[in-house]
């Protein structure tokens, strides 16, 4: 055997600790593989699947639920560390959990650099970005954006590639659930409505999907445009390294290069997220506002400002609210609720007293057209012919009961933690439309959980006297 120099050995060491974490880190990393796999077997995630494809689809998704519900807790259960005991010492090696690291920040490498540069210019394959952009460029010129719904038709001269959301039970469309349009469809669709605005009206579309989101984004977007920047992806991609800086901050000084890849090693947001929506705005706003849970103003009104982003921040809302009655009392979750309200309304007070009736009805647009079925969750079932697939309701009834469930056992389990911030997100597996894009950020959010966890844990024991120390050890 040939010595290595000693430092060497150690750059290896560190190299290894920072690519293959403890159990809690290589649980959110196996979650962001199984979520990866579940698009690999949902396919494009709309349209008729396979029934086995639609049974393996949802597999993952429990499997990746099961990972991040053990890797948020502050204790690995005893029946884990029994079996990690009995495995072989070679299945031990720290090689095989640097290895699953390179493989999940290798995956998305190609389709994300392929369809970057595009991105960056302006040429957006998603109705949802390109959409803002256009809101941002009418408020630029003065136009209330909730009111303009013949931007809908600029919009897709503007951005060809991005097409627009088809509804189900039109004309051009058809009924079926199970049938999907086709890309060539949708533009076939949207190309006789150009020609011919008399088709305009046949009920394809939603001119209002062009504004279906609040304010806050608009606002967000409004500089960029102002600037002269090509895209708004560039807003993505701010708000991405300021997600980057807040893991950094909350983790303990040890752990943060590794929090950092961890991070990073999530293939489904790079090729579900950050090029096709902007999730990732929102959700650095709801990172924020449990990161300052002290703050008992500046954190609520955070959380209020990811609600005016998007409307997926809205189902965070309850659960925080739950867990700061649960800390703190009534008192202190209605004046919370207050300032989370106030950070809704401000960005969207001028158009809600410009024109409330359509900003109401744009916001509600995605509950209320009838779109057809997509996404990854529990609805991949229907898409395989496992489960019925007739009406929307049915899905959302499942969606509302799955909401109710998980605020009831927030309410009434022993432990107050903040894993709410992760347990917002699972109603959406049951919804009608449950796009990966959802999902995709569910393994930074129990990292964040996890890592700050471990750093109030640290500043807990450093505060406590060394007797209080050696008794929490001893027990």
Not at 171 to 178: K, N
Not at 245 to 250: R, S
Not at 391 to 413: C, D, K, M
């Amino acid at each position: 055997m040939i010595a290595l120099p000693a430092r060497l050995v150690s750059t290896i060491d560190t190299v290894l600790a920072a690519l293959a974490p403890r159990w809690q880190g290589t649980l959110v990393l196996f979650s962001a593989f199984f979520l990866y796999q579940a698009t690999v077997e949902g396919g494009a995630g709309h349209g008729q699947i396979p029934a086995w494809r639609g049974l393996f689809c949802v597999g993952y998704g429990v499997l990746a639920f099961g990972a991040l519900w053990f890797a948020m807790q502050p204790i690995q259960p005893a029946w884990t560390q029994a079996s990690l005991k009995r495995l072989p010492e070679f299945a031990r090696w720290r090689i095989w959990r640097a290895a699953l690291t390179l493989a999940l920040l290798w995956i998305p490498l190609h389709g994300f650099v392929a369809q970057l540069p595009g991105n960056l210019h302006g040429r957006y394959h998603n109705d949802a970005v390109a959409f803002v952009h256009a809101d941002a460029d009418l408020l630029r010129h003065g136009r209330n954006p909730f009111t303009a719904d013949d931007a809908f038709w600029s919009a897709a001269v503007r951005w060809p590639d991005a097409y627009a959301t088809p509804l189900l039970g039109s004309l051009a469309f058809g009924s079926d659930p199970l049938r999907y349009p086709s890309s060539a469809a949708q533009g076939a669709a949207l190309h006789d409505a150009l020609a011919h605005p008399a088709l305009r009206n046949a009920g394809n579309f939603d001119p209002r999907t062009v504004h279906n989101y609040p304010a806050g984004i608009i606002w967000l977007a409004l500089p960029l445009i102002w600037a002269g920047l090509p895209s708004i992806t560039w807003l993505s991609f701010a708000a991405l390294i300021a997600l980057g800086a807040l893991l950094w901050q909350a983790a303990p000084a040890g752990m943060r290069a590794g929090a950092l890849i961890i991070f990073l090693a999530n293939p489904v947001m790079w090729l579900y997220s950050l090029l096709e929506n902007y999730d990732v705005i929102c959700i650095v706003f709801i990172v924020a506002a449990w990161q300052f849970l002290p703050r008992t103003r500046l954190s609520p009104a955070l959380l209020g400002i990811a609600c005016a982003v998007k409307q997926i921040a809205w189902f965070f809302a309850p659960f925080y609210l739950v867990e700061i009655f649960r800390r703190e009392g009534w008192r202190a979750a209605v004046q919370r609720g207050g300032w989370l309200a106030l950070g809704f309304i401000v960005p969207n007070l001028p158009f809600i007293l410009l024109s409330p009736g359509a900003w109401l009805h744009s916001l509600l647009a995605p509950q209320t057209d009838a779109m057809f079925p997509i996404g990854y969750g529990l609805i991949s079932l229907g898409l395989g012919g496992l489960a019925p697939v007739a009406s929307s309701h049915l899905w959302s009834a499942l969606e509302g009961i799955a909401l109710v469930a998980l605020l009831l056992f927030q309410l009434r389990r022993r432990l107050v933690i903040s894993d709410g911030i992760v347990l917002a997100l699972i109603p959406l597996w049951f919804a009608w439309r449950s796009p990966m894009n959802y999902f995709a950020f569910l393994p930074v959010l129990a990292l964040w959980l996890m890592v700050h966890t471990m750093s109030e844990e640290k500043q807990m024991g450093q505060r406590q006297p060394p007797s209080a120390q050696l008794a929490s050890d001893a027990s």
